[in-house]
Protein backbone atom coordinates (compact mmCIF):
# COMPACT_ATOMS: atom_id res chain seq x y z
CA UNK A 1 0.00 0.00 0.00
CA UNK A 2 2.63 2.54 0.70
CA UNK A 3 4.67 1.75 -2.34
CA UNK A 4 1.50 2.20 -4.28
CA UNK A 5 0.44 5.53 -2.79
CA UNK A 6 4.42 6.68 -3.28
CA UNK A 7 4.14 5.89 -6.73
CA UNK A 8 0.52 8.17 -7.16
CA UNK A 9 2.01 10.92 -4.98
CA UNK A 10 4.94 11.21 -7.64
CA UNK A 11 2.41 11.16 -10.27
CA UNK A 12 0.32 13.88 -9.10
CA UNK A 13 -3.00 11.36 -8.04
CA UNK A 14 -3.33 12.41 -4.74
CA UNK A 15 -6.40 10.86 -4.22
CA UNK A 16 -5.44 7.30 -4.89
CA UNK A 17 -2.02 8.88 -2.95
CA UNK A 18 -4.86 9.15 0.42
CA UNK A 19 -6.72 6.12 -0.30
CA UNK A 20 -3.37 3.81 0.08
CA UNK A 21 -2.06 5.72 2.61
CA UNK A 22 -5.04 5.22 4.87
CA UNK A 23 -5.11 1.21 3.74
CA UNK A 24 -1.64 1.24 5.14
CA UNK A 25 -2.21 3.17 8.54
CA UNK A 26 -5.41 0.93 8.86
CA UNK A 27 -3.09 -1.86 8.66
CA UNK A 28 -0.49 -0.56 10.63
CA UNK A 29 -1.84 1.31 13.57
CA UNK A 30 0.89 1.71 15.34
CA UNK A 31 3.33 3.11 12.65
CA UNK A 32 3.50 6.44 11.75
CA UNK A 33 4.63 6.57 8.51
CA UNK A 34 1.91 6.37 6.73
CA UNK A 35 -0.13 8.86 8.77
CA UNK A 36 3.32 11.07 8.07
CA UNK A 37 2.76 10.77 4.23
CA UNK A 38 -0.95 11.07 4.46
CA UNK A 39 -0.73 14.24 6.28
CA UNK A 40 1.84 15.72 3.87
CA UNK A 41 -0.95 14.58 0.75
CA UNK A 42 -3.87 16.69 2.62
CA UNK A 43 -1.66 19.56 2.66
CA UNK A 44 -0.40 19.10 -0.78
CA UNK A 45 -4.54 18.92 -1.27
CA UNK A 46 -4.62 22.51 0.13
CA UNK A 47 -6.40 20.97 3.45
CA UNK A 48 -4.38 22.13 6.61
CA UNK A 49 -7.04 20.95 8.88
CA UNK A 50 -7.14 17.08 8.29
CA UNK A 51 -3.66 17.43 7.29
CA UNK A 52 -3.27 18.67 11.35
CA UNK A 53 -5.53 16.09 12.40
CA UNK A 54 -3.58 13.30 11.14
CA UNK A 55 -0.55 14.63 11.96
CA UNK A 56 -2.19 15.17 15.30
CA UNK A 57 -3.02 12.00 15.86
CA UNK A 58 0.27 10.72 14.34
CA UNK A 59 2.03 12.28 17.25
CA UNK A 60 0.35 10.67 19.76
CA UNK A 61 2.10 7.37 18.82
CA UNK A 62 5.51 9.23 18.10
CA UNK A 63 6.10 13.21 19.08
CA UNK A 64 9.17 12.67 18.62
CA UNK A 65 9.96 12.25 14.72
CA UNK A 66 10.81 15.55 13.60
CA UNK A 67 9.34 14.74 9.98
CA UNK A 68 6.34 14.73 11.93
CA UNK A 69 6.46 17.53 13.92
CA UNK A 70 7.83 19.77 10.90
CA UNK A 71 4.63 18.60 8.82
CA UNK A 72 2.48 19.74 11.69
CA UNK A 73 4.17 23.26 11.87
CA UNK A 74 3.49 23.29 8.22
CA UNK A 75 -0.02 22.86 8.67
CA UNK A 76 -0.56 24.81 11.40
CA UNK A 77 1.20 27.56 9.19
CA UNK A 78 -1.58 26.79 7.18
CA UNK A 79 -4.18 27.10 9.47
CA UNK A 80 -3.00 30.53 10.79
CA UNK A 81 -2.25 29.38 14.35
CA UNK A 82 1.83 30.25 14.94
CA UNK A 83 1.78 29.76 18.25
CA UNK A 84 0.73 25.94 17.85
CA UNK A 85 3.46 26.43 14.69
CA UNK A 86 6.01 27.20 16.84
CA UNK A 87 5.48 24.63 19.52
CA UNK A 88 5.88 21.69 16.83
CA UNK A 89 9.00 23.51 14.74
CA UNK A 90 10.58 24.57 18.39
CA UNK A 91 9.71 20.45 19.22
CA UNK A 92 11.40 19.36 16.02
CA UNK A 93 14.57 21.81 16.28
CA UNK A 94 14.94 20.26 19.35
CA UNK A 95 15.53 17.09 17.57
CA UNK A 96 17.18 17.95 14.38
CA UNK A 97 18.88 21.77 15.24
CA UNK A 98 20.31 22.14 12.03
CA UNK A 99 17.10 21.56 10.21
CA UNK A 100 17.09 24.41 7.26
CA UNK A 101 13.05 23.42 6.05
CA UNK A 102 12.43 23.31 10.25
CA UNK A 103 14.18 26.68 10.49
CA UNK A 104 12.47 28.35 7.72
CA UNK A 105 9.03 26.91 9.20
CA UNK A 106 10.09 28.34 12.32
CA UNK A 107 10.50 31.84 10.49
CA UNK A 108 7.31 31.90 8.90
CA UNK A 109 5.51 31.21 12.15
CA UNK A 110 7.33 34.00 13.75
CA UNK A 111 6.29 36.14 10.83
CA UNK A 112 2.35 35.41 11.11
CA UNK A 113 2.77 36.76 14.34
CA UNK A 114 4.18 39.65 13.64
CA UNK A 115 7.56 39.09 15.40
CA UNK A 116 9.89 39.58 12.53
CA UNK A 117 13.11 39.86 14.43
CA UNK A 118 12.95 36.38 15.63
CA UNK A 119 12.00 35.34 12.33
CA UNK A 120 14.97 36.68 10.34
CA UNK A 121 17.26 35.00 13.17
CA UNK A 122 16.27 32.19 12.23
CA UNK A 123 16.38 32.67 8.45
CA UNK A 124 19.81 33.38 8.82
CA UNK A 125 20.33 30.20 10.74
CA UNK A 126 18.92 28.29 8.16
CA UNK A 127 20.71 29.97 5.47
CA UNK A 128 24.04 29.45 7.67
Known amino acids: AMTIAAD ?3 K ?4 NAMTYYNR ?4 A ?5 PLVALGDV ?11 RVLESARKLNGEDDTLLRHLG ?7 EPKKAQEAYLTA ?3 DPNNVRTLSGLGIAYDLEGDHVTAQSHYRAGLA
Open 24 to 27: AAQA
Open 93 to 95: LAI
Open 74 to 80: RAYVGLN
Open 12 to 15: GDLA
Open 29 to 33: PENIT
Open 42 to 52: LWQMKNPSESA
Open 8 to 10: SQR
